[in-house]
């Protein structure tokens, strides 16, 4: 595949808080483009590797912080699906705490949603994207559903999520998070429920998916 004969791929950028439900709005617009090539790329898949530090470094990383991210390297295979060239996504293991061996080849396609609590935070990441969208939702429904989260899929404990979150995940979104709202086209109220919402995107996407074939 070239860029020379595809059109360029649509990238919607989706953000909010860690807990508010962004992984439910890109899973629902997912799920919506039926017909249409699809790829969605998470933000937590390019956490630094830190094989470098120790163990007991690690957990003490504040992950919720720009510097914790490759942004780097998603820019710039981000840049390279665009121009239709396939790209190795790294594979972070949350238990230790850095990235892992593994990898996940993936081939370009016509519509790439990105996720993460700060891919609007990075200008040259932005620039990038068609559409950008912030899931905004109450803190306290926020900190239930990532202790949820992190207990059942991550294997931490209950102490962990909650000094975690009060430490650094709380005082990170109101410094780094939630200002990127202003950035946002569209701000979705309480995640993947919001049906009303997620069917405006998706006709959304559709119009620019169109007008994006006529164009080419």
Same mark, same amino acid.
């Given at each position: 595949?070239?860029?020379?004969?595809?059109?360029?791929?649509?990238?919607?950028?989706?953000?909010?808080?860690? @807990?508010? %439900?962004?992984?439910?709005?890109?899973?629902?617009?997912?799920?919506?483009?039926? %017909?249409?090539?699809?790829?969605?790329?998470?933000?937590?898949?390019?956490?630094?590797?830190? #094989?470098?530090?120790?163990?007991?470094?690690r957990v003490k990383v504040?992950? #919720?912080?720009?510097?914790?991210?490759?942004?780097?390297?998603? +820019? &710039?295979?981000?840049? #390279?699906?665009?121009?239709? $060239?396939?790209?190795?996504?790294?594979?972070?293991?949350?238990?230790?705490?850095?990235?892992?061996?593994?990898?996940?080849?993936? &081939?370009?396609?016509?519509? *790439?949603?990105?996720?993460?609590?700060?891919?609007?935070?990075?200008?040259?990441?932005? #620039?990038?994207?068609? *559409?950008?969208?912030?899931?905004?939702?109450?803190?306290?429904?926020?900190?239930?559903?990532?202790?949820?989260?992190?207990?059942?899929?991550? @294997?931490?404990?209950?102490?962990?999520?909650?000094?975690?979150?009060?430490?650094?995940?709380?005082?990170?979104?109101?410094?780094? +998070? &939630?200002?990127?709202?202003?950035?946002?086209?569209?701000?979705?109220?309480? @995640? %993947? &429920?919001?049906?009303?919402? +997620?069917?405006?995107?998706?006709? $959304?996407?559709?119009?620019?998916?169109?007008?994006?074939?006529?164009?080419?």
């Amino acid at each position: 595949m070239s860029a020379a004969t595809h059109k360029r791929p649509v990238i919607i950028g989706v953000t909010g808080g860690s @807990g508010s %439900g962004k992984t439910s709005v890109s899973r629902a617009i997912f799920d919506s483009l039926n %017909g249409h090539s699809l790829l969605m790329i998470q933000e937590d898949s390019y956490y630094k590797n830190q #094989d470098d530090i120790s163990f007991d470094e690690r957990v003490k990383v504040n992950y #919720d912080h720009p510097n914790a991210f490759d942004t780097d390297l998603l +820019i &710039e295979q981000l840049g #390279d699906l665009l121009e239709w $060239k396939a790209i190795d996504i790294p594979v972070y293991d949350y238990v230790q705490h850095t990235r892992s061996k593994q990898t996940v080849h993936v &081939e370009p396609k016509e519509v *790439i949603i990105v996720e993460g609590i700060l891919v609007l935070n990075d200008p040259r990441l932005r #620039d990038l994207m068609d *559409i950008k969208i912030f899931v905004d939702t109450d803190d306290d429904i926020r900190i239930i559903r990532r202790i949820q989260r992190d207990i059942e899929e991550r @294997g931490r404990s209950l102490q962990s999520v909650i000094d975690q979150y009060l430490s650094t995940v709380k005082p990170m979104y109101h410094q780094f +998070i &939630e200002p990127t709202k202003r950035y946002a086209d569209i701000i979705v109220p309480e @995640g %993947g &429920e919001n049906q009303v919402a +997620i069917d405006i995107l998706v006709t $959304k996407v559709r119009d620019i998916i169109s007008k994006t074939n006529v164009n080419d």
